[in-house]
């Protein structure tokens, strides 16, 4: 190494020598800092009685009330057809829908009623004979008395010796030929109440007969019984028809029945806020007999809406008419029926459709609860625990037992009370003490509210 390199490096040591020197005599000393105590945000919300709107959702199917199956019950050509009477088509009630050849029962109609009147007439005939031999019968009577005093007068002479014994068997005779006559005729009147019979049993199978003549004949007419809407109609003008054969389907458009299928802990929840139920059974017991006991339930304290899935903005008010006994334990669901009256009024298609044969829909029955309860969040359960903000602040884990879910909302049974403010936030971790900043959600309360009072879907 040269001597100028040794210069440069004993310069570069003193430099950085110099430098750390100057950094160790500049360095200022740790500041001391006081401890501060930090608070949790959380909201709020204090927790109110409110009147909550019990519901229970299903879906299902809608079939008409009643349906009309037309079924020929005679036979014959189809000689008119209702222009209309094709599938989908509305018809009032009393509007003439089809006619049968009526020529062969009209013909048997006039054929009976010829039947009967002959048989009528041979009863008057009947009447006046009776009449006739009646009246005869009283002049044979009349003659038979005088042959009897005739009789005893020969008697009496032939004692005598003023007669022949030839006088008087010929006055016998005479007499035997006239209590003949008396009842011969006597026998004919006899005789009439048996012909009358015999008459008036023809004259009954007659008027049977004209009867049938008449139905077969009425049978070739069909007339909407109700307002209706043609489900099914394949029967053409000039075809000819069977007895049994189905001619055309119809359903009544004045009410329909949608069956859907209920959970069964949400029935039970609704049909217990109706006056009357004193207590709510266990979910998890086996369904009671509804059809035992639901026709005593004040059910028109329900509120049903039908709403058909592909239209949500179209509502029907209907009524629950009926509960099935049975319980599906796969899905543990009940079948309800709900009728809805009148479901073509105001039908507005495609926005409002009416309620037609297999529509799927879905049903919302509810109910007010005959009490305020306490409502809160679904959320704001963490297991059976909820987090309160206690006087001074601070996190309070509080257990409460529920007495029904529905969605978002739980109804608390124990364990709040009124004015307890309830922790909506899921606070990781949960340590009983921890000092908050509470702060009131106003947003949460108005949802809350309607929620309960059943304003959103």
Known sequence: MTRKNKIILALTLIAGIAFVVIMVKLKQPPERSTEQVTSTPARILEVTPLTVRTEARGYGQVLPARSWKAVASVGGRITWKHPDLESGNLLPEGTRLLQIDPTRYKLAEASAKADIAGLEAELRQLDQEQRNTRELLELENRRLALAQRELERAKTLVDRGALSETRLDEQQRATLQQQQAVQSLQNQLNLIPLRKDTLNA?????????????EDLEDTRFEAPWDMRV????????????????????DDITAAEATVQLEIAELRNVLFQLPGVPELPDNNRAAPGFTDFHQ??????????????GAPDSHWPGMLTRVTGSLDPATRTVQAVITVEEPYRDANPPARPPLVRNMFVQATITVPTPEPVLVVPASAIHQGVVYLADGDDRLQRQPVSLAWQQGELAVVNDGLKPGDRLILDDLIPAIEGTRLSPRPDEQTRQWLEERAAGDQP
Request: proline share 6%; hydrophobic share 35%.
């Open 202 to 214: 023809r004259l009954a199978r007659s008027e049977s007969t004209l009867a049938g003549a008449r």
């Open 231 to 250: 489900h099914q109609s394949d029967i053409e003008t000039g075809r000819q028809v069977n007895p049994g054969q189905t001619l055309f389907v119809a």
């Open 296 to 309: 005593q339930l004040p059910l028109e304290s329900l509120t049903v809406s039908v709403q058909p899935t």
